[in-house]
């Protein structure tokens, strides 16, 4: 081969081989690194508003309210005040505890601060009404509960209508007593209260046999209260009824063997 053909090629042979390498160590200082998932950070949490929060002590100050602890309920009640001066339920609350705790002008106080937030809210009327009939002024609570059981939205008016018969009948107007009654029964037929309370009334006026009638309704219904079973108690001895008063004193004495109604059988006193 002429020597000149063979310089040429060991030449191109020496070039392409510079190619070959020149690629291979390109490729191989460009390979991607592994990609490491990114995690969002969490979302911030978000405080409820201050509305809602204030009727979360509200409730959480009614149940300790119920559960006689006043101390707790009025904690509550001083942490759902900060957060919404204007809840006319804070105030409900309010003048049930002070009522309880014998503080009679902070109670009427915020009884009248809640009836002036919500003039048209059923329960805070029943209450104030339910709490000037415990004070001595059972004419003027009468009213209240009225103005209460006109709202077609309330949901108990038969409550309202029961304490207002017991507050007639309090002082005196037996008559409009016994039609309070009747209407808390059309409303709840079911009510052992209305039932009791206007056989209480009938047997205080002698009608021993309406009285009678009434205390079957209350039988009827699960588990009367003891005040209602002593009543019926009363009821047979006065129509001379000997086997019905002993059912009526059995009862009292296998479902509350402690109470007051059972202690006092022993006495023989009815009113």
């Known amino acids: 081969m002429n020597p000149m053909r063979l310089c040429l090629l060991a030449l191109s042979l020496l070039a392409a081989g510079s190619l070959i ?39 959480i100050a009614a149940g300790f309210y119920e559960r006689g602890q006043m101390d707790v309920a009025l904690q509550e009640l001083a942490e759902a005040v900060k957060l919404d001066p204007k809840n006319a339920k804070i105030y409900n609350v309010y003048g049930l505890v002070y009522a309880m705790l014998g503080q009679e002008a902070n109670a009427q106080r915020n009884f009248q601060q809640a009836l002036e937030l919500a003039p048209n809210d059923s329960e805070i009327r029943q209450n104030w009404g339910w709490y000037l009939c415990s004070h001595g002024r059972a004419k003027e609570s009468l009213q209240e509960f009225e103005l209460a059981v006109r709202n077609p939205l309330y949901r108990t008016p038969d ?12 002082i005196g107007e037996n008559a409009r007593a016994n039609d309070y009654f009747k209407r808390a029964l059309a409303i709840n037929a079911n009510s052992t209260t ?19 009638a009434l205390m079957k309704r209350v039988g009827q219904q699960p588990n009367p209260p003891a005040e209602a079973l002593y009543l019926g108690m009363c009821i047979e001895r006065k129509l001379g009824d000997p086997a019905s008063e002993t059912s009526y004193i059995s009862m009292l004495r296998n479902r509350f063997p402690e109470s007051a109604e059972t202690k006092a059988i022993s006495t023989g006193a009815c009113e």
Do not use: W
Not at 159 to 170: Q, R
């Open 21 to 59: 390498v020149g690629c291979e160590s390109t490729s191989s200082s460009k390979q991607a690194a592994p990609q490491v998932p990114v995690t969002p950070p969490p979302p911030p949490i978000q405080e409820a508003p201050a509305p809602y929060r204030a009727q979360l002590h509200t409730e």
């Open 159 to 170: 409550v309202a209508l029961v304490n207002a018969g017991k507050c007639a009948a309090e």
């Open 194 to 212: 209305a039932a009791y309370n206007m056989a209480l009334l009938a047997y205080r006026q002698g009608q021993f046999d309406e009285a009678r």
